[in-house]
């Protein structure tokens, strides 16, 4: 994962070898990338060449059609009364690594009002695991008041009763994290939906388990042969849409949700996103953490940046760009806080 | 003075065959595979040393017979956890209890017979010194060896390329295997060479330092050798002190139940296994150290994707 | 130049695939193959020793089984086998290695003993329930030391299980050599005999096998369920198989360890108070030939599933008779048995393999 800044830098750099006569083949997803760059386009879909094109002169719609086979949805985003307080809230957030690769967060605090999406933008590595292991409580913070759903500090408790308490988490890694690979999507479905009846008397209810997994992969068009499919058996995308459907069939009053389309295919991504819009605007508070500043830009009302540990200020993202996004990503940007006097955001010593 | 002299010569003595088995194993996991079946291996090479040795071979011989054995019965380990991606836990101890069987089986008819112990090599010049030549310049020329290995052990992981390679398909196979390395092979390389040093540790026992073919005569070394390598936390240099350390417990309660101490010969003998305890649970305590030197990759399967 | 042709043509090589679900037809085949190889092995193996392999074989697998007391004692081997194991399944599907079972059974054994010799219920009914609480007491005391010092001190259940184990094997030697030695027993390392309300009832008084199976059959049961069937079983198999996905769930790892090492440390425990209640009816040096370590094989040939380990015991304990069986009538070494064990536990574990995976032929393209 690279800022915009490092992606035009990468992108010079090719062209200057390309100009040299050096041939490159560059495999991506992302449209704009290809457009800017590319002078030819092959597109697959499902292991086959869905079409052959200059990419420079079409668009990004006519591309992500060859892609998905139909039109992609427009997203629709209406605007929303937020809730009086905050749902989710973070306050002075300081948290040692775990390991020497880690990284530590430093006092951080972010808010997530019912009714809105709240992104966290940043180049990987610079503490998005960390905070969302500690706001899912994966990791349990030094003082309870850390984390504080609907005015209850639950910096203390566990992901399971977290999750009791109303804040549903989907990770960035489905494979091991969000699933048990080689479990059938209904024993998946019990992992977190084991609260939604599924256990009576120390026994697990296979049945309802069955059903629950069925449900969600009707409602949220999982591709998968029945509920009896393992986990490791589904593509990226429709695992994704499983545990993002198992989620929010929680009912969870706040999602915290990790690179919510990581190695998802461009159907499937929108799907998930509109399903986070749709919730949010239902009441509940959404925070995406993405390192994908067009998914953040597409879908969040307000943005923040974490970089080296530390969160930057709230963003409205009416008022902000790429542009300043990215320098705060690289730990130079600067940024105008409440009073309207200029702070470094970050200390770039690290 | 003398006393000093003789638990520190025994000591040496008692460490050599763990220094070899945990410096195998160190290499064996440091690739990202976890081999559980050293004690067997071990008895392999014990037996198939001591065969060779009243085959009417040359002690020499019967040593690369040791290495060779402990290496053939790795590969045993090596197919079922490498190809066939059986549970490395499982596949290291069915070798364990195997190796067991194939060296009782091997060792029958020797049961107990003396072997004509590999002997002390004087240094010429060195060894006439008063105390520091009984000390340092007299022993058997595997304890030499083992100082050799030790060298060539820590030369090749942290001075070699192959060696980086080594580490870097204990921590990320997947990215090894991207770049071009064949894991696999490597791995199989890995564990041949841990089952040749944990032969060599076996044939000292039985050709040097008991010496002589007795069932089940590992007595746990290969399980104490295992102990080492997390005591080492990974790395060379620790593993022999760790060996030192348990060597000179071996020795203090031979020593304890030699001189007729008031205390029952059992608790002595238990020493050995209770400091690995202890010593296990104090350097497990700082588990930032612990993790520095971890082969993430440890006793996970791998299977190249595509 | 046809010849090269020709080669090419036939130049075949084998992909090992991954199967999209594991193959159910592999599942039950695969201990069969198994079984089929180590017979084959062994067959050649034997010929080298200038052994008939059919009767060898015979001697081994049916021999055995064609007396009364044949069976008697099948079963007899097989229960502690099969008991230890149930109690290892439940850790090792949480990733909660116990070795150290050997050890476990050999506290249990020595609790149910002095409860047995040194209580004063010698002449009541209650003694053997109580040996039985002991033996469970004692198994899962020596088991709960590696619990908490991987829980509360990060430290390697693998090493610290094996290593009491040794321990457990020296305190045996002691009590037996020392306090605890039968004062009318000639001197021999032995305690006195239990008691006979310390002792379970056997079915006929030819024959050793005791009351103490229907335990076991109990214990298959409920191991069946409880990781069958079970949430906590749920919880503690997704522990073993994704720990972050437990972590995401929110199941407690610590709880995994302690249940883990404390049901196999109570099985192994109530084994060796099987053992001494059962066929021994007194402490002694040698309590056990290995079945603490040869559980874990069983485990793994069962899969980790009650029922494969009803099988997998019935399996192992027959190995053992075979072993007796040739040592005696063909006066073959009993480290036999010993490679017996391992070569099937081998097979038994590649063959899994098949399951999962399948060899796909490629054909190369002919030029």
Redesign the interface.
């Given at each position: 994962m690279l800022t915009p800044q490092a992606v035009q830098k990468l992108f010079e750099t090719l062209r200057q070898l390309s100009d040299e006569g050096c041939s490159i083949l560059y495999i991506s997803h992302k449209l704009d990338e290809v457009r800017d760059l590319c002078q030819s386009a092959t597109v697959l879909r499902n292991g086959q060449v869905t079409g052959e094109t200059d990419p420079r002169k079409a668009t990004s719609a006519e591309l992500a059609r060859m892609m998905v086979g139909s039109d992609l949805p427009e997203m629709m985003v209406e605007s929303s009364e937020l809730s009086n307080a905050p749902i989710l809230s973070v306050s002075n957030l300081t948290l040692e690594a775990e390991s020497v690769t880690g990284r530590s967060l430093k006092s951080i605090s972010l808010e997530a009002y019912g009714g809105e999406i709240v992104g966290i933008a940043g180049v990987s590595g610079n503490g998005q695991g960390e905070l969302a292991a500690a706001i899912s409580g994966e990791r349990i913070t030094n003082a309870a008041e850390d984390v504080v759903l609907e005015g209850r500090p639950i910096g203390h408790l566990d992901a399971g009763k977290r999750r009791d308490l109303g804040l549903g988490f989907v990770p960035e890694e489905r494979l091991g994290r969000g699933a048990v690979p080689p479990y059938e999507l209904s024993e998946n479905a019990l992992l977190t939906a084991h609260r939604k009846g599924m256990v009576k008397h120390g026994m697990a209810n296979r049945k309802k388990a069955r059903e629950f997994a069925s449900h969600v992969i009707d409602k949220y068009k999982v591709k998968a042969n029945g509920p009896e499919a393992k986990a490791h058996g589904l593509s990226g995308g429709n695992l994704q849409k499983f545990i993002v459907g198992r989620e929010i069939e929680l009912d969870p009053r706040a999602l915290l949700i990790s690179q919510p389309t990581w190695g998802v295919d461009v159907g499937a991504a929108a799907h998930v996103r509109q399903t986070l819009i749709d919730i949010s605007r239902s009441g509940q508070a959404v925070i995406v953490i993405s390192e994908e500043l067009e998914e953040l830009f597409e879908s969040c009302d307000r943005i923040y940046v974490i970089c080296h540990g530390k969160l930057s200020q709230s963003l409205n993202r009416a008022e902000t760009d790429v542009e300043d996004v990215g320098l705060l990503m690289t730990g130079i940007g600067s940024q105008t806080n409440d009073s309207g006097s200029t702070t470094e955001g970050f200390d770039y010593a690290v | 003075m003398d006393l000093f002299v003789s638990i520190f010569t025994a000591t040496i003595i008692a460490a050599t065959p763990l220094i070899f088995a945990a410096l195998g194993e160190l290499i064996v996991e440091k690739s990202g595979v976890l081999n559980?079946g050293i004690e067997g291996m071990m008895l392999i090479g014990a037996a198939f040393g001591v065969w060779a040795h009243f085959a009417g071979l040359p002690m020499f011989v019967a040593v690369v017979i040791a290495v060779l054995a402990g290496m053939a019965s790795s590969l045993?380990f090596g197919?079922?956890a490498l190809t066939?991606?059986?549970?490395q836990?499982?596949?290291g101890?069915?070798?364990a209890?195997?190796?067991?069987?194939?060296s009782?089986?091997i060792g029958?008819g020797f049961g107990s017979t003396p072997v004509e112990a590999i002997q002390p090599i004087d240094i010429p010049g060195l060894s006439n010194i008063p105390v520091i030549g009984e000390m340092f310049f007299h022993y058997d020329p595997l304890v030499y060896f083992s100082f050799v290995m030790f060298g060539a052990v820590s030369w090749f992981l942290y001075r070699t390329k192959a060696g980086l390679t080594l580490r870097a398909i204990g921590e990320s196979p997947d990215s090894a295997h991207a770049i071009g390395f064949h894991v696999i092979r490597i791995r199989y390389l890995a564990v041949m060479f841990g089952g040749g040093m944990a032969g060599l540790g076996g044939a000292y026992l039985s050709l040097v330092y008991t010496p002589l073919w007795v069932e089940n005569m590992t007595a746990?070394r290969g399980?104490i050798a295992?102990?080492l390598v997390?005591f080492a936390a990974w790395r060379p240099k620790r593993v022999v002190l760790g060996a030192w350390l348990f060597g000179g417990m071996t020795i203090l309660q031979l020593q304890g139940q030699a001189m007729g101490l008031a205390i029952?010969s059992?608790?002595l003998?238990?020493l050995p296994?209770?400091a690995?305890?202890i010593v296990?649970?104090l350097i497990?305590?700082n588990?930032?150290a612990?993790?520095?030197d971890f082969p993430v990759s440890l006793a996970q399967p791998f299977?190249p994707k595509g | 130049m046809i010849l090269a042709q020709q080669q090419r043509a036939l130049t075949m090589l084998f992909k090992i695939e991954a199967r999209a679900e594991p193959s159910r037809q592999m599942a039950l085949a695969a201990p069969l193959i198994a079984t089929g190889l180590t017979i084959v092995i062994s067959s050649i193996f034997f010929l080298t020793l200038g052994l008939n392999p059919f009767l060898t074989l015979y001697t081994f697998f049916v021999e055995p089984l064609t007396t009364k007391n044949g069976l008697s004692e099948w079963l007899l081997k097989a229960s502690p086998l099969i008991l230890i194991a149930c109690g290892l399944s439940i850790g090792f599907r949480a990733n909660v290695w116990n070795i150290g079972a050997e050890g476990q059974l050999i506290m249990g054994a020595i609790t149910a003993t002095g409860v047995g010799l040194f209580l004063p219920f010698q002449e009541s009914g209650l003694l053997l329930p109580l040996m039985a609480v002991a033996g469970v007491i004692g198994g899962m005391a020596w088991a709960a030391i590696p619990a908490f010092l991987r829980d509360r001190m990060n430290t390697n259940e693998i090493l610290v299980t094996l290593m009491l184990t040794y321990i457990a094997a020296l305190i045996l030697s002691w009590l037996v050599h020392g306090p605890w030695r039968d004062p009318e027993g000639f001197n021999f390392p032995q305690t006195a005999l239990l008691p006979n309300q310390g002792m379970f009832g056997v079915f006929d008084y030819a024959y050793r096998l005791n009351t103490s199976i229907f335990i076991t059959v109990v214990v298959v049961v409920l191991t069946w369920v409880f990781t069958e069937r079970s949430f906590l079983g749920y919880k503690m198999s997704v522990g073993g198989a994704a720990p972050s996905a437990a972590r995401f769930a929110g199941f407690s790892s610590s709880a995994s360890i302690w249940i883990g090492l404390l049901a196999s440390g109570a099985a192994a425990g109530l084994a060796g108070m099987m053992e001494v209640a059962g066929p021994l009816g007194q402490l002694s040096p040698q309590i056990s030939p290995g079945y603490g370590f040869a559980a874990i094989i069983v485990a793994f040939i069962g899969r980790l599933n009650a029922i494969g380990i009803v099988l997998g015991g019935l399996l192992l304990s027959l190995l053992y008779l075979g072993g007796e069986t040739v040592q005696l009538s063909l006066g073959l070494p009993s480290s036999i048995a010993l490679i017996f064990q391992g070569m099937l536990l081998f097979f038994l574990l590649a063959s899994n393999f098949l399951i999962n995976f399948r060899f796909r032929k490629i054909a190369m393209r002919a030029h």
């Open positions: - | 559980l045993l197919v079922l066939f991606m059986t549970n836990y499982a596949a101890l069915a070798l209890i195997f190796g067991a069987g194939v009782a089986f029958r746990g399980w295992l102990a997390v029952p059992e608790v003998s238990s296994y209770l690995t305890i296990l649970v497990s305590q588990r930032q612990m993790a520095l299977r | -």
